[in-house]
């Protein structure tokens, strides 16, 4: 049991992301993988949240968590922006957050620059390019090669740490915030 205080589903989900430890599975699937766990996971925990925040709604804040439902979906900023501001995962501003932010990077440059940073991602500034460097090397273990990621021995391990973290401060903070409509 990875904690009493999490979820049933978030633990799978961890569980999940904990698969990832095999050496068969190539560090750039496991990268994918973790990615996508936490991201089904992370929008489940939103879902029920914004639900639960609908039953006790004035209609401004129908209006309000109708739009939040529809857009969360469409980046992690999106995301983030529900759980810490919405729901209070204030965990999720800090190097947790950040972690998971540089993890998602490094997805996107596997899933849409074949292992290489994109123009995108870069916005065509070397300061951008640097600092994301150096936050690849802090949070992942992954080295930039010019453009092209070049995980190392550590990046695995920090993978699954990056991902398990993520959700499990999300989930968290979602019991809290519905326990706190409970007590309303």
Request: a positive charge; hydrophobic letters at 35%; proline letters at 4%.
């Given at each position: 049991m990875i904690g009493p205080e999490i979820s049933f589903d978030s633990e799978l989900a961890i569980r999940r992301i904990n698969k990832m430890w095999s050496g068969d599975i190539p560090i750039e699937t496991a990268i994918m993988t973790v990615v996508t766990v936490a991201e089904y996971r992370i929008d489940e925990i939103i879902r029920h949240g914004v639900a639960r925040s609908r039953e006790n709604a004035s209609p401004l804040a129908l209006l309000s968590l109708k739009e939040a439902n529809s857009n969360f979906t469409q980046s992690w900023e999106g995301r983030r922006r529900v759980l810490v501001q919405g729901f209070g995962a204030r965990e999720l501003a800090g190097d947790v957050g950040r972690r998971f932010h540089v993890l998602v990077i490094a997805?996107?440059?596997?899933?849409?620059?074949?292992?290489?940073?994109?123009?995108?991602?870069?916005?065509?500034?070397?300061?951008?390019?640097?600092?994301?460097?150096?936050?690849?090397?802090?949070?992942?273990?992954?080295?930039?090669?010019?453009?092209?990621?070049?995980?190392?021995?550590?990046t695995r391990r920090l993978t699954i740490l990056a991902g398990s973290e993520y959700v499990r401060a999300a989930d968290l903070a979602l019991q809290a915030y519905v326990d706190s409509l409970d007590v309303a």
């Open positions: 997805r996107n440059a596997l899933a849409h620059g074949s292992g290489r940073l994109t123009d995108r991602q870069l916005g065509g500034k070397p300061a951008k390019a640097i600092t994301l460097g150096k936050d690849m090397q802090r949070f992942l273990g992954i080295s930039l090669r010019g453009r092209t990621l070049a995980p190392s021995g550590e």
